[in-house]
């Protein structure tokens, strides 16, 4: 059973993750659209984008924090701003200088510091550190049958957006 009584998230950990959902929200809209967007269409690839790989972003990190205090360590998600930084600048100044379709998907916006009152052992440390990709491929096993689904479902999505 998941105990969830010592996974507290602070304001700094909370604000630190969602500036970091919208940074790559952000550099997806960017990358996939380019910079001269329509305000619907920026919104709509925004949205979604917050909702999918925000919602991955969230449970690959808060995975990692939860085996790691599973294990009686502490932990939190910090933001590194000049990896965000970085992300939005490889997207936007190469389009900035060679125009659209130019750019690079990077992003690094920050870990989850674990702070260890005892030594961790390595097969700890092993699942700790594959707890965020596990999340993932979890997520990916749950969503995948809907990729699987006709074209045509998807379409009116994009319709709608315009």
Not at 26 to 31: A, D, N
Not at 50 to 63: D, K, P, R, Y
Not at 119 to 125: A, Q, V
Not at 132 to 144: D, I, S, T
Request: charged share 10%; net charge positive; aromatic share 12%.
């Amino acid at each position: 059973m998941i105990n969830l009584n010592r996974m507290k998230v602070d304001r700094q950990e909370a604000f630190d993750i969602v500036v970091s959902v919208l940074a790559i929200a952000l550099v997806f809209t960017f990358y996939q659209l380019g910079l001269k967007l329509e305000p619907s269409t920026f919104i709509f690839y925004m949205a979604a984008a917050v909702i999918t790989l925000g919602s991955g972003f969230v449970l690959h990190e808060l995975s990692h924090k939860y085996y790691a205090i599973k294990y009686g360590a502490r932990a939190r998600f910090v933001a590194w701003p000049a990896g965000l930084a970085l992300a939005l600048a490889l997207v936007v100044v190469p389009q900035i200088i060679w125009g659209p379709g130019a750019g690079i998907f990077f992003i690094a916006p920050g870990a989850v510091y674990i702070y260890a009152m005892r030594p961790i052992s390595i097969k700890e440390n092993g699942i700790i550190s594959l707890a965020g990709p596990a999340a993932n491929w979890v997520l990916c096993l749950l969503f995948l049958p809907m990729a699987a689904r006709p074209a045509r479902s998807a379409s009116y999505a994009v319709d709608a957006a315009r």
